[in-house]
C-alpha cells in the first residue's frame, strides 16, 4: 500500500511537471493561463471554502426538523434515601420490607446500571426554522455568486500579466532593433571618419548612443522577466518556463455608452448580486428573531432500563410539551442584533452600487482615452519614421549632423515605445470594462488575443 501511494505521488509529480513543459514548449495561450490560474489560485481555495463553509450552514438550518435521539449508558452505587426507593421502584424489586421506617431512613448502600433511550422533536416553533433555512440557502448562494466574483478578478488579473509579457516582449524587440540600429550608424560613422567625412567626435556620439541602446535593452529584458514573475504568481504556477507568445498586436474592440455600462453592471456584477442575495437572507434572519418569540410545541420520549444484581425493571414516558417564554430578554437582545446586521448590509449595498458605478466610470473614461492615446501614438510613430528616413538621407548626404540623426532616432524609439505602450492600454482598458461591467468570463477574455 505504501509503495503504491509513492508511485501516485510519483505519477501526480511527473503529470504535473509534463504539464508546465508542454505548455512553455507550445506555447501559452490567454485561455490556458486562465483556466490554469482558476484552478491553482489561492483565492479560488478560499471562495470554495467559503461555498462549503454556507452549504454546511444550510444542511445545519435543516437540521433543526430532523428528530434528536441519545443513548445514554449510566452506572451509579449510592445509599440517599430518595436515591435508593426511587431505584428499588426502578428495578421492579420493592417489597413490603423497604417500608419499614429505619430502611427508608438510613438505606444500605444500592447500586444500579441503566439503560437509557430518549429522543425530542421540535414540532412546531412559529415558523423560525423555516425562515432560517431560506436565510441560509440564499446566503449559500451569495458565497456561489461572490465565487464568480473572484473569478473574474483572476481572469482580469491573469489578463494584465498576460499582456504585460506580450508589451515587454514587444519591447524587447524594439530595444533589439534599435541596439541593431545604433551598431549599424556606428559602423557607417566609423567608414566615414575614416574616409574624412566626419570627425572623432561624431564617432564618439555614436559609441555612447550604442551603449545607451545597449542599457534600454538590458532594462527591457529585466521587465520581461518581471512579467513573467507576475505571471507566474497569478497563475500559481512557480515553475512555469517562459515562451515565445503571440505577439501583441492593436485591436479594435466594440464601445459602449457609459450608461448601457452601467445597465450592464447592475445586471450582471457578480459582487452586487452577493451582496442583494446576502441583504435578503438577513431580512430572512430578522424575520426569524420576531418568530422567535411566538410559542414552540416539542414532542418528547424516554425509555428507560434499570438493573441491579438480580433483577431489573423497564418504564417510559412520552409527552408533548408547549414553551412560551415570557421574559425574553434575550430575543430581544437578539432581534435588535440582527436588525443591527440588516441596516449593515443594506448600508454596504447601498455604498458598493455607488463604488460600482464609479468603477464603471473610471473604466469607460479610461478606455476612451486608451483608444485616443492609440490614434495619436499611430500617426506619431508615422510621423517618427518618416522623419528618421529623411534624416538619414540628409546625414548620408552631409547635409545633417549626427546629433540630428540621433535625436531623430531618439524621437522614434519613444514613439515606438509610446506606441506600444498604448496598445497594451487600449488592450487593457477593454478588460477593465468587461471587469467593471461583470462580464469579463474566460470566453470574453479570448477575444482580447
Known amino acids: 500500500m505504501r509503495l503504491s501511494l509513492r508511485n501516485a505521488a510519483w505519477l501526480v509529480l511527473l503529470a504535473a511537471a509534463g504539464s508546465v513543459a508542454a505548455v512553455a514548449q507550445e506555447g501559452l495561450t490567454l485561455r490556458q493561463a486562465i483556466q490554469q490560474a482558476l484552478k491553482q489560485s489561492p483565492d479560488v481555495n478560499v471562495a470554495r471554502a467559503g461555498i462549503q463553509e454556507a452549504r454546511a450552514d444550510a444542511a445545519l438550518a435543516r437540521s433543526q426538523f430532523l428528530p434528536q435521539l441519545n443513548v445514554t449508558e449510566d452506572m451509579s452505587r449510592g445509599n440517599d434515601p430518595v436515591y435508593v426507593f426511587g431505584t428499588k421502584l426502578r428495578q421492579q ?22 439503560t437509557r433511550l430518549s429522543g425530542s422533536w421540535m ?27 473572484v473569478d473574474q478578478k483572476i481572469v482580469f488579473d491573469v489578463v494584465q500579466a498576460y499582456q504585460g509579457i506580450l508589451y515587454a516582449a514587444r ?7 534599435e541596439l541593431e540600429t545604433a551598431q549599424a550608424l556606428l559602423s557607417s560613422v566609423d567608414d566615414r571618419v575614416k574616409a574624412g567625412l566626419a570627425v572623432e567626435s561624431d564617432r564618439m556620439s555614436a559609441q555612447v548612443n550604442e551603449a545607451a541602446m545597449k542599457q534600454d535593452l538590458i532594462a527591457a529584458q529585466g ?7 507576475q505571471l507566474r504568481m497569478t ?29 450592464t453592471a447592475a445586471n450582471t456584477r457578480p459582487d452586487l448580486g452577493a451582496l442583494a442575495q446576502a441583504q435578503s437572507a438577513q431580512s430572512l434572519a430578522v424575520s426569524a428573531a420576531r418568530m422567535s418569540y411566538g410559542p414552540r410545541v416539542s414532542a418528547y420520549g424516554n425509555w ?7 433483577s431489573g425493571g423497564t418504564n417510559w414516558v412520552a409527552g408533548i410539551q408547549v414553551n412560551i417564554n415570557i421574559l425574553p430578554f434575550s430575543k430581544r437582545a437578539q432581534l435588535a442584533r440582527e436588525s443591527a446586521a440588516k441596516s449593515r448590509v ?3 449595498l447601498n455604498s458598493y452600487r455607488q463604488q460600482v458605478r464609479l468603477q464603471v466610470s473610471r473604466a469607460h473614461i479610461q478606455r476612451q482615452t486608451a483608444k485616443q492615446s492609440l490614434d495619436t501614438a499611430k500617426a506619431a510613430i508615422d510621423q517618427a519614421t518618416e522623419s528618421l528616413r529623411i534624416l538619414k538621407n540628409r546625414y548620408n548626404a552631409g547635409l545633417a549632423t549626427v ?22 492600454g487600449n488592450t487593457v482598458a477593454y478588460a477593465g470594462v468587461l471587469f467593471a461591467t461583470g462580464t469579463l468570463t474566460p470566453d470574453a477574455a479570448e477575444e482580447l488575443q
Not at 413490603?96 to 429505619?102: G, K, P, R, S, T
Not at 519591447?171 to 533589439?176: I, P, S, Y
Not at 512555469?240 to 448601457?260: D, G, M, R, V, Y
Request: proline share 3%.
Open 93 to 114: 424489586r420493592f417489597a413490603m420490607a423497604d417500608f419499614d421506617l429505619n430502611a427508608l431512613n438510613r438505606p444500605a448502600a444500592l447500586s444500579n446500571f441503566a
Open 171 to 177: 519591447q524587447v524587440a524594439v530595444a533589439q532593433h
Open 403 to 424: 546629433t540630428d540623426l540621433l535625436r531623430a532616432e531618439d524621437a522614434e524609439r519613444q514613439a515606438q515605445a509610446t506606441y506600444w505602450a498604448a496598445v497594451y
Open 235 to 263: 497563475m500559481g504556477m512557480p515553475n512555469l518556463a517562459q515562451s515565445t507568445l503571440q505577439a501583441i498586436e492593436p485591436k479594435e474592440f466594440p464601445q459602449n455608452s457609459l450608461e448601457q455600462e452601467l445597465q
Open 223 to 229: 521587465e520581461l522577466d518581471l512579467a513573467w514573475a
Open 304 to 310: 428507560e432500563e434499570d438493573r441491579g444484581r438480580d
Open 123 to 149: 414540532a412546531f416553533d412559529s415558523f423560525r426554522t423555516q425562515k432560517l433555512i431560506r436565510s441560509a440557502d440564499l446566503a449559500q448562494s451569495s458565497a456561489a455568486t461572490s465565487a464568480k466574483a
Open 346 to 348: 443594506d448600508a454596504q
